[in-house]
């Protein structure tokens, strides 16, 4: 039986009559920070909506903790353990921050309300903006309070999609941070752009393209292969 | 209840209550009586469409049906019973068991389709509501309707308006704090975003089934005072109209607010009593619904959010816990 946390096999999925992922296989195992690198378009962010069933899975398996979640719904998903951290962070805009994660809190146990207290030390803005509604955030913020919603549960797997992106320097390094807190406690499969935080906080990699997983390997050989990086990641 | 932590807001509403008791002692004319218990009604059935539209996100043009079964349970019984308090109970039961099995059946069938055709599925299913209650004279007296008696204590109008304020603060205090319940936050944040709710572990249909048979409980209420402040039914309660006045009343007063609906009901039924009174004045009055259009026209190009939630807006700066705009309640 195998070890890993997660594990995709040849899985295929379609956008409308598109065929984005054409045969992506990869395992996460228990612990650290996942990262799947690739360039623009390439899938990954289909292949954490295909993981959360919001993307069916056209052929293909997916395992988490050796069970098989291809066919369940996204919020059967959810409840197996898995958090999501999408894109576009999912911030309910009309909703208080305080409304935003209690909206997220599965259970409200002294574990939970634990977890709730180190994440708005993590990111105290969010205590400090709590009456303040979710749309009125700045992008940082909203990028904090999305991760923070997906931590607040005691979730064995994040998947958290290109939290760098659109964010000042600045608060990259804080969001850069904060991952690097939480892979302490909690498995990370982090869907990334900016190489240099990428390669800060993961473990292992594996790079899509086309559709495709093509490469795989520890994150520090990656960043000794200039040739790798230039194919794939157009990194000079 | 903590009677030091209770918001503003709720001590403003129970004053206003209060206020609403001893109208009736200064409002003697039985027209305006009248048209303030039709006030209420419609208050408590555009409150049910908020639940759909304002805080859920569901665009319905059906709503319509639970109003009539309301209608038509109080008629049937009324007609076919002894006009008793007694009939009264048994035929709000009947109209809310009816209004449950049917909004529960409809909701799980349709409410998986996306907005736009769930809309057009209820437009369909009401329209059936209108062809059967026209079909089925023998029930329901077909578009001439029938009357009925209404026992002692209801033919009172000063006791219905009562009974009707009562309602109404019943609703609106109830459905407040279901809103404000943390079942309430599922359905503001489903109305939102749908698949991030679901992938926050929500089963997204079953909400939406559970905000559908509350919007269809409340509003069959609704029809039954209806049918009690008229005394007679026909099939006009099954008319689509209806649900676009609805829909225009919650437009008009404020998505997402509750008290908008009411609002928004008031200004409706008062129009329609005062423009409709001018019509010896000039004609464009007897038309009045010609000035209805040019007013939601104006409003939801002046005031997007409707009159509460503009004035909510204004007042805390910030944008108000309903729909952000009306013109994307209505798709537009």
């Not at chain 1, 045969?23 to 954490?48: C, D, I, M, P, Q």
């Not at chain 1, 919603?149 to 390094?173: T, W």
């Amino acid at each position: 039986m195998s070890s890993s946390l997660l594990k995709l096999d040849q899985v295929e999925a379609y956008i409308q009559k598109f065929h984005i992922l054409q045969g992506v296989s990869f395992e996460v195992e228990k612990g650290g920070v996942t990262v799947l690198l690739g360039r623009n378009g390439a899938g990954k962010t289909t292949t954490l909506r295909t993981i959360m069933g919001l993307n069916q899975v056209g052929k293909g398996t997916i395992t988490f903790n050796g069970e098989n979640i291809g066919d369940l719904q996204t919020h059967q998903i959810a409840n197996k353990g898995i958090g999501y951290v999408p894109e576009d962070q999912g911030v309910f805009g009309d909703l208080t921050v305080g409304e935003n994660m209690r909206v997220a809190m599965k259970k409200e146990d002294e574990e939970t309300t634990r977890r709730m207290e180190w994440v708005l030390e993590l990111f105290p803005d969010l205590k400090k903006f709590w009456k303040k509604p979710g749309g009125a955030l700045s992008g940082g913020q909203k990028q904090m309070l999305a991760i923070a919603r997906a931590y607040v549960n005691e979730n064995e797997l994040l998947l958290i999609d290109e939290p760098s992106k659109g964010l000042a320097p600045i608060i990259v390094d804080k969001v850069t941070e904060s991952i690097e807190q939480m892979k302490e406690n909690t498995t990370i499969l982090l869907v990334e752009q900016n190489f240099m935080m990428a390669s800060k906080i993961g473990n292992q990699f594996f790079i899509i393209d086309d559709g495709k997983t093509v490469h795989k390997g520890q994150m520090e050989e990656l960043k000794q292969d200039k040739v790798l990086m230039k194919k794939y990641l157009g990194i000079a | 209840m903590n009677i030091r932590r209770m918001e503003k807001s709720t001590w403003i509403f129970i004053i206003i209550s209060l206020l609403l008791f001893i109208v009736p002692f200064i409002v003697t004319g039985r027209s305006m009586q009248f048209t303030i218990i039709q006030i209420f009604i419609f208050a408590i059935f555009a409150m049910s469409y908020d639940i759909l539209l304002g805080f859920t996100g569901i665009i319905s043009f059906g709503h319509v049906m639970f109003f009539g079964i309301g209608a038509y349970s109080t008629a049937v019984i009324m007609d076919r019973m002894d006009a008793t308090v007694m009939s009264f109970f048994v035929a709000i039961l009947i109209a809310v068991f009816i209004a449950v099995i049917v909004s529960f059946i409809v909701g799980v069938l349709t409410l998986r389709l996306k907005s736009h055709f769930y809309a057009m599925l209820t437009l369909a299913l009401a329209g059936l509501f209108l062809v059967a209650a026209e079909k089925w004279r023998s029930l329901t007296g077909g578009n001439d309707g029938f009357t009925f008696r209404l026992p002692e204590i209801l033919r009172d109008s000063h006791n219905l308006y009562m009974l009707c304020l009562v309602s109404l603060l019943l609703f609106f205090f109830g459905l407040r704090r279901f809103t404000k319940s943390p079942f309430g936050r599922v359905l503001m944040a489903i109305r939102e975003n749908e698949a991030r709710t679901e992938s926050l572990g929500y089963k997204v249909l079953h909400y939406k089934v559970i905000a559908s048979v509350v919007a269809g409980v409340v509003a069959s209420i609704a029809g039954v005072l209806y049918a009690l402040s008229l005394r007679f039914v026909n099939t006009g309660v099954f008319a689509t109209d209806l649900t676009i006045d609805v829909l225009l009343m919650t437009i008009i007063g404020g998505v997402g607010t509750l008290v908008g609906p009411i609002l928004g009901a008031g200004l409706v039924e008062f129009a329609h009593h005062w423009l409709s009174g001018l019509s010896d004045v000039h004609w464009i009055f007897d038309r009045w619904i010609i000035l209805y259009g040019t007013v939601y026209i104006l409003v939801v190009i002046f005031f997007p959010l409707g009159i509460v939630g503009t004035i909510q807006s204004k007042l805390t700066n910030r944008p108000v816990k309903g729909l952000q705009d009306n013109r994307k309640a209505v798709g537009k």
